[in-house]
Each structure stands twice: as C-alpha cells, then as structure tokens.
C-alpha cells in the first residue's frame, strides 16, 4: 500500500540552490490520501473545542480549509502583504535572507477563538511563529498546530515552545 510519502516530490534546488523543495502537488491530486491527511492532521484536536482554523499562504489554505471542514468550523486566511482587502493587522518577521510579513482581517478572529493553525510544512518555524503572534493580538488562543511536512534537522518547533504541535511526515 502506497504511503503518505510517496506522495510528496523533492525537487532539488528550487526556488534556489540547495534548497530540496517538497512538493505537495501529486499529494492533492489524490482524494484518498488528501482525506486521509486531513483527518490525521486534526486527530489531537478533535477534543479541544477549536473555533477556527487558520492557514498561511499559499499552501496553508489547502490544508487548512479541508481541516476547517473536517471539525465543521470556518477558515482565516493569512495572507501576504497588499492582499486582503479590509482593515489588517501586519505582522514581519525574520527569514533565513531578508524578512516576510503576513497579514490577518482584523476582524477574523477574536477573545475567545480557539484557532487550529495549519501548514503545509516547518522550515525554520518562522512562518508559524509570527502567524501565532498574528492570532494573538486579535485576542484570540492558538490551540494547537499542524504540518504535514516536518524538516527535522531546522529545528523550526523550538520557535514554537509554547504549542501543542502535530506533524504527519518527518524528514
Ligand atoms: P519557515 O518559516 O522557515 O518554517 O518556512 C515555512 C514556509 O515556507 C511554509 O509555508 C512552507 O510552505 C515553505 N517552505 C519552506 N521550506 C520549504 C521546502 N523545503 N519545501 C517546501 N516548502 C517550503
């Protein structure tokens, strides 16, 4: 029987050299396998009275609303800068070169929520933190984390101390 793995490509050297990319497209192209992923991804928190889950861009917004749907609860986009059209609160953080920012409709979430985070894999975990501090300062709770992909050696759940964090697959 084929495996979660066999489903994720590496490609060597995209966007850039020496980076071994995961590629999660012959993964969603499959209905069984993107079900089964979805429901592992939200197994430790069936129990945790979530309210929302929330994904980052772009891959984020897969898993994260197939999630959304698998606890019957809505989706919060986290998007790039200049994307959403409301009132926003921005975040920026640190990459390995140069900085990102991510932002959230203000009004997204609030006291209260208890928000599923969701990605399609953690690098470094700077991506997931400042989407954490995002949530946060609408006053709402991270109630746990889940990736599919996990790059071990990056260390990226230090950055993320404070969480219940799930990953399926562990490079
Ligand atoms: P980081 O903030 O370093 O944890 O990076 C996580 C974000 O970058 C996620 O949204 C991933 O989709 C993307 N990403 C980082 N490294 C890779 C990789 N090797 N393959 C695919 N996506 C990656």
Same mark, same amino acid.
């Not at 129990?47 to 772009?58: F, L, R």
């Not at 409301?86 to 070169?97: F, G, P, T, W």
């Given at each position: ?39 592992? @991804? %939200? ?7 979530? #309210? $929302?889950? &929330?994904?980052? /861009? ?58 599923? @985070? %969701? ?7 700077? #991506? $997931?933190? &400042?989407?954490? /501090? ?38």
């Amino acid at each position: 029987m084929k495996q979660l793995g066999d489903y994720i490509r590496n490609i060597a050297d995209f966007p850039q050299p020496g980076i071994q990319f995961k590629d999660i497209t012959p993964l969603v192209r499959q209905p069984d396998m993107l079900r089964q992923v979805t429901r592992q @991804l %939200v197994e430790p928190f069936r129990q945790k009275d979530i #309210t $929302a889950v &929330a994904g980052m /861009e772009a891959r984020g917004f897969i898993f994260g609303t197939l999630c959304a749907l698998e606890l019957d609860v809505g989706f919060v986009p986290l998007r790039k800068p200049g994307k959403l059209p409301y009132d926003v609160q921005s975040i920026a953080y640190q990459l390995e070169y140069g900085t990102a920012e991510l932002e959230i409709h203000n009004d997204a979430l609030a006291h209260g929520d208890r928000v599923l @985070l %969701v990605d399609d894999l953690i690098a470094t975990g700077g #991506t $997931a933190r &400042a989407s954490c /501090e995002l949530i946060r300062q609408l006053g709402a709770e991270v109630a746990g984390i889940a990736f599919v992909i996990e790059l071990d050696s990056l260390k990226g759940r230090e950055q993320l101390r404070d969480y219940e964090v799930h990953s399926l697959l562990h490079y």
